[in-house]
């Protein structure tokens, strides 16, 4: 009984924040509501409707395209960061500043230091083309460049932030293994690869999971840079969620588009806690 | 050719002269012994051996070669460190071939190496754990391992024994000496326990503010302290130093006796019985003395006794400077000793 009572806060907190939504989602999502206010139970055919639903489909491209762009290439960037900034050096703690900057900045004044980067004819960017000589573009206006704009501003913003977790890692990390290894002859780059790399696996993992999250997550940036334009192009999940929930109102289908969502996210958790706990080493 | 030399080397930090003009040599074949208290220089001085830092003035040479600008790699040495620095991911096997691996020696020849090390430092059930399901003692058997597996005739231990319990480590200690023998490495090992300088070494290097204090062999830092620093640092009780008129005089607490009606009444102030002998501590004059005796002493706390000790046991030394002084007592002594045989 007192267990019970000792666990009830996290309990309560839990369920009406995390459980019962949960449920209430997948719930809604088997009704429609009609114009007088009564729920309808429909079944599977919301789903069906999102099957044949090809901004449903382009969003979910979008988002993978997006998640393969700035997974990968954020980590790097945060892991090379942090080694660079580890050392021993002449004004290690304003570089380890710099980098950190982008995350603690408003996201939407991220947002619009990016737009105007891209503006067209006298953005940053134009500016720097028509020093070359070159003509104007519209970044974020075109479909075949606008994707790639938001992966960069993304991996700027989420490097840093990353990396503050890769340099909590390197800390831990005692510096005898370094010279154990320099004394058994190993190259900095042998080192890296079957030592200090292998011991930053668990910070990987977390890092990896964060990315996957926050690459489901953008709405903001889209909202102020794009709406999701030209044509789509840079519609994401959850954008079109909240453009289905709230623009169009139609709350049973941004339902059924979350459940879709949530599946992906437990996917994720399920790989990161079934599969690579067990082959991470964790001190 | 693995002996090593260091010839006039000094290390810096800042304003901070971490090692001053040091220069030593280790014989090829011998284990020499760097002692002192925690600061004085010695793991620095090491670490210049091992490469891990680079001297900023001096020449060090290992089997005759100039390795003085040459990194860890180039210097064909292994090292135990203190932490044991073994790799936490990898197996009791896989730490141990660390070095070969990166050698790029053979499978065969990997396995057959490993096979032979690991009998050695007995570890050959282990093979497979991490070194976080391991005791101290068996960790440190890993350091030992992955040292002496690349074969180098040259092996630096940086306080190895300090994690460990005091029976384990005066286990390993004659462990790591019979090895150092069997294998005919230079060893250099770094302590600040004077108990493993003297029972291990060769030679013992005794540093003090980052220079050499003392160095010779484990009884002549005993038997002729060059210095009182020397006097107090070594042996256990450390030699008693009473100031008398001009002069620091040194008595092994050995080499005092109880004897009744004799000149030096002291008083009693704590008794140690460590079964085979006792320390009485005593207080003479304001300074403290102690005196070991066979068995089990009665003397109580708080009790008066008198004391006596031999002239030719005395060591004398300069109260301001400490350097040794000659005692002409104990040099006519021996002369008589000499003579008499």
Redesign the interface.
């Known amino acids: 009984m007192n267990a019970w009572l000792l666990l009830l806060p996290a309990a309560v907190l839990l369920v009406a924040f995390t459980h019962y939504p949960i449920l209430a989602t997948i719930r809604r999502s088997l009704f429609i509501t009609k114009r007088n206010g009564a729920e309808m139970f429909v079944g599977l055919d919301s789903y069906q409707a999102m099957a044949a639903d090809p901004i449903f489909w382009k969003a979910l491209i979008n988002n993978f395209w997006f998640a393969l762009g700035t997974i990968p290439t954020s980590i790097a960037f945060a892991l090379v960061m942090a080694i660079w900034v580890n050392r021993n050096m002449r004004g290690r703690g304003f570089v380890r500043l710099a980098y950190f900057t982008p995350t603690v900045l408003p996201m939407i004044a991220v947002a619009n230091i990016w737009l105007f980067f891209y503006t067209p004819d006298y953005g940053l960017l134009d500016q720097l083309r028509g020093v070359f000589g070159l003509g104007g573009w519209n970044w974020l206006g075109d479909p075949s460049t606008v994707m790639g704009c938001l992966i960069v501003m993304v991996i700027w913003k989420e490097a840093g932030f990353f990396m503050i977790f890769y340099l909590a890692a390197l800390q831990q990390l005692s510096p005898d293994l370094d010279e154990a290894a320099a004394i058994e002859g190993a190259s900095r780059w042998y080192t890296f690869r079957r030592i200090t790399f292998p011991l930053l696996m668990p910070t990987t993992l977390f890092v990896a999971i964060n990315a996957v999250i926050n690459s489901f997550k953008l709405v903001d940036h889209l909202v102020i840079m794009t709406k999701g334009g030209p044509n789509n192009a840079s519609t994401l999940l959850l954008y079109y969620i909240y453009e289905v929930a709230f623009a169009f109102q139609d709350s049973s289908y941004a339902a059924t588009l979350t459940v879709v969502l949530l599946l992906l996210l437990s996917a994720v958790a399920l790989v990161k806690f079934g599969y690579l706990d067990r082959r991470i080493h964790y001190q | 050719m693995s002996a090593i030399t260091m010839s006039h080397v000094s290390k810096c930090w800042g304003p901070m002269r971490a090692v001053d003009d040091v220069s030593l040599t280790a014989d090829e074949g011998s284990l020499l012994v760097l002692l002192g208290p925690s600061g004085c220089g010695k793991s620095t001085t090491l670490r210049l051996i091992?490469g891990?830092e680079e001297a900023d003035a001096g020449r060090i040479t290992i089997g005759g070669a100039d390795v003085t600008h040459l990194?860890?790699?180039q210097r064909k040495?292994?090292?135990v460190?203190q932490?044991y620095?073994l790799?936490?991911?990898l197996s009791v096997a896989e730490n141990i071939v660390?070095?070969l691996r990166?050698?790029r020696v053979s499978r065969v020849e990997r396995d057959e190496r490993l096979k032979r090390v690991a009998d050695i430092v007995g570890l050959s059930h282990l093979l497979e754990r991490?070194p976080?399901q391991l005791s101290g003692g068996q960790r440190q058997r890993v350091a030992l391992g992955?040292a002496i597996i690349?074969e180098a005739r040259v092996c630096l231990m940086d306080e190895p024994l300090s994690n460990l319990d005091a029976k384990l480590r005066h286990e390993m200690r004659t462990e790591i000496r019979a090895l150092q023998q069997r294998l005919g490495m230079t060893m250099v090992y770094v302590t600040h326990d004077q108990t493993e300088a003297m029972t291990m070494a060769d030679r013992v290097v005794l540093m003090r503010d980052g220079r050499i204090e003392q160095n010779g062999t484990p009884e002549e830092l005993y038997n002729r302290p060059a210095t009182a620093f020397t006097a107090r640092f070594v042996g256990t009780p450390p030699m008693n130093l009473v100031r008398q008129g001009d002069r620091l005089i040194g008595v092994r607490p050995e080499h005092i006796r109880i004897v009744s009606g004799a000149d030096h009444v002291v008083r009693v102030k704590a008794v140690e019985h460590l079964g085979a002998d006792s320390i009485v501590l005593c207080e003479f004059d304001g300074q403290s003395i102690s005196v070991r005796l066979d068995g089990f002493s009665k003397a109580h706390p708080g009790e008066d006794i008198t004391i006596a000790w031999e002239a030719r046991h005395e060591h004398w030394f300069n109260p301001t400077s400490e350097a040794r002084l000659e005692n002409e007592n104990a040099i006519k002594a021996d002369r008589l000793a000499s003579l008499g045989q």
């Open positions: 091992a891990l990194g860890p790699a040495i292994s090292m460190f932490s620095a790799f936490p991911h660390f070095g990166v050698r991490k976080s992955r690349a």
